[in-house]
């Protein structure tokens, strides 16, 4: 399970496979998360820079992680 916070917001997200879209057209990248979408980010490239820009709005953790740190 992957755990997904905005930072921003506080929204929270959970689920169990991210997936990374780029238009190739129009240069948006857009994030799902289990086939939802939580973010969009314009004039991007590839999915580098997509990541990138995902991961300075979400925090983000997995159940294994957290079992690890108890275990």
Do not use: R
């Not at 590839?46 to 690890?68: C, G, P, R, V, W």
Request: avoid cysteine; glycine fraction near 4%.
């Amino acid at each position: 399970m992957i755990n997904l916070e905005n930072i921003q917001t506080n929204e929270s997200f959970s689920g169990e496979e991210i997936e990374y879209f780029i238009d190739d057209d129009s240069l948006i990248g857009e994030v799902y998360l289990d086939g939802n979408l939580i973010f969009q980010s314009l004039d991007v490239l590839d999915e580098e820079q997509l990541e990138a820009e995902f991961y300075k709005i979400f925090l983000t953790s997995n159940d294994q992680d957290l079992e690890s740190a108890y275990f």
